[in-house]
């Protein structure tokens, strides 16, 4: 059973070794990535700024993790990451579904989701779950994908 909870500080070594893990997975190098300072500050990035932070967590092992940002009524959703163990197993749902609720909490309308074409699991994920590709950018090596959608209130 998974179950999604908020991170803690004690995470943090594991959060940090999930995400290059799975990048890496991915076939890209953690450390060429741009922008992951945020990775190393969970708390001041994502808890303290309004947003939030999931870590997803099966038979007592953190398996998955997603953040949030909030800018008014627009989210933004970072960072998420499940183990390739654990991917295609509800794992990725789960946490999209609590930050999707958390982001009603916090006002957000519109969410957004950006990931590198070459993660495949990624790129299928977002329109499997109802985001629609709205743009695409090049960043350096790195070909991208922004995905988007409106959210409603909880049914």
Request: aromatic share 6%.
């Amino acid at each position: 059973m998974t179950t999604v909870r908020r991170y803690r500080p004690s995470d943090a070594p594991v959060v940090q070794s999930l995400h290059e893990r799975v990048i890496r997975a991915a076939g890209t190098d953690p450390d060429d990535l741009p922008n992951t300072d945020d990775i190393t500050d969970i708390e001041g990035e994502y808890l303290d700024a309004g947003g939030e932070f999931l870590v997803a967590e099966r038979d007592g092992r953190v398996v998955g993790m997603g953040g949030l940002r909030v800018d008014g009524a627009e989210g933004e959703l970072h960072r998420m990451r499940v183990a390739r163990d654990c991917q295609r197993d509800g794992v990725g749902s789960a946490l999209l579904d609590a930050l999707e609720d958390a982001a009603r909490d916090r006002g957000v309308t519109h969410l957004y989701a950006q990931t590198a074409r070459r993660q495949a699991a990624a790129v299928g994920f977002y329109p499997a779950n109802g985001y629609e590709q709205v743009d695409t950018e090049t960043h350096g090596e790195y070909d991208l994908v922004v995905y988007r959608k409106s959210l409603r209130e909880r049914d």
